[in-house]
């Protein structure tokens, strides 16, 4: 049985281009932020623990659609002014820098809880050991934590990467031309809800899995070296 896509197939798959290349560039200014947040959430200092609380909370509180809404509507007021103060006109910021940047900012806050677990779950004598060697406190981070971080972090980013993959959805709502905004243009011409509907549903799916597989891997790999050591 084939499925009549009424000529949309080709929008379709360059939707989920743009929802792949939307989730890893909000990936990767999620892990930059969770990790700042997590080190500053158990940093010994009161100002960056209460800094990365503040992020952490307040990021988390409020829903996802709304960050996206606000952060593209709100830098389009800001951004058309500074164009005017720069004479600058049309200056503005896209969708998919919004949608990047909003999405980014939420997955940065649950992964900074997923890194401060991972970072307290390192025992404080492997701390100590590197003090006693007399390794610097950023050596010690680099050299020490960090590399047992990402091991204990790993299915936590997981999962959180699966949420953020489903959440590029959200950024529809702004114009940028990903695999929900193509599925409805393909829904609003032919008229058949169900079948485009679903076509995306299995896109997402299959992304899903592709990055499901692709996380399996990254953890079997980083889990080589605690596995002989315990065996």
């Given at each position: 049985?084939?499925?009549?896509?009424?000529?949309?197939?080709?929008?379709?798959?360059?939707?989920?281009?743009?929802?792949?290349?939307?989730?890893?560039?909000a990936l990767?200014?999620?892990?930059?932020?969770?990790?700042?947040?997590a080190l500053?959430?158990?940093?010994?200092?009161?100002?960056?623990?209460?800094?990365g609380g503040t992020y952490s909370t307040l990021v988390r509180g409020i829903p996802e659609l709304l960050w996206v809404l606000l952060i593209y509507f709100g830098t389009v007021s800001l951004m058309n002014r500074l164009g005017e103060a720069l004479d600058l006109p049309g200056l503005e910021l896209d969708a998919f820098a919004a949608g990047v940047i909003?999405?980014?900012?939420?997955?940065?806050?649950?992964?900074?809880?997923?890194?401060?677990g991972a970072i307290l779950a390192i025992p404080k004598g492997h701390r100590e050991a590197g003090l006693a060697l007399g390794l610097s406190r950023g050596r010690i981070l680099s050299r020490i934590v960090l590399p047992q971080m990402w091991r204990v972090a790993l299915p936590g980013l997981g999962n959180l990467?699966?949420?953020?993959?489903?959440?590029?959805?959200?950024?529809?709502?702004?114009?940028?031309e990903e695999i929900m905004r193509h599925a409805q243009i393909a829904v609003t011409v032919s008229k058949?809800?169900?079948?485009?509907?679903?076509?995306?549903?299995f896109i997402y799916l299959g992304l899903t899995v592709i990055a499901m597989t692709g996380m399996h891997l990254l953890e079997k790999r980083a889990a080589r070296g605690f596995a002989r050591d315990n065996a």
């Amino acid at each position: 049985m084939t499925i009549d896509l009424h000529g949309f197939g080709p929008a379709l798959a360059a939707g989920a281009l743009m929802t792949v290349k939307l989730a890893l560039c909000a990936l990767l200014l999620g892990l930059v932020l969770g990790l700042l947040g997590a080190l500053a959430k158990t940093s010994p200092y009161k100002p960056l623990q209460w800094l990365g609380g503040t992020y952490s909370t307040l990021v988390r509180g409020i829903p996802e659609l709304l960050w996206v809404l606000l952060i593209y509507f709100g830098t389009v007021s800001l951004m058309n002014r500074l164009g005017e103060a720069l004479d600058l006109p049309g200056l503005e910021l896209d969708a998919f820098a919004a949608g990047v940047i909003a999405l980014g900012l939420c997955f940065g806050a649950y992964a900074t809880e997923v890194f401060r677990g991972a970072i307290l779950a390192i025992p404080k004598g492997h701390r100590e050991a590197g003090l006693a060697l007399g390794l610097s406190r950023g050596r010690i981070l680099s050299r020490i934590v960090l590399p047992q971080m990402w091991r204990v972090a790993l299915p936590g980013l997981g999962n959180l990467f699966m949420i953020l993959m489903k959440d590029t959805a959200l950024v529809s709502v702004i114009g940028l031309e990903e695999i929900m905004r193509h599925a409805q243009i393909a829904v609003t011409v032919s008229k058949e809800p169900f079948t485009f509907y679903m076509v995306a549903a299995f896109i997402y799916l299959g992304l899903t899995v592709i990055a499901m597989t692709g996380m399996h891997l990254l953890e079997k790999r980083a889990a080589r070296g605690f596995a002989r050591d315990n065996a």
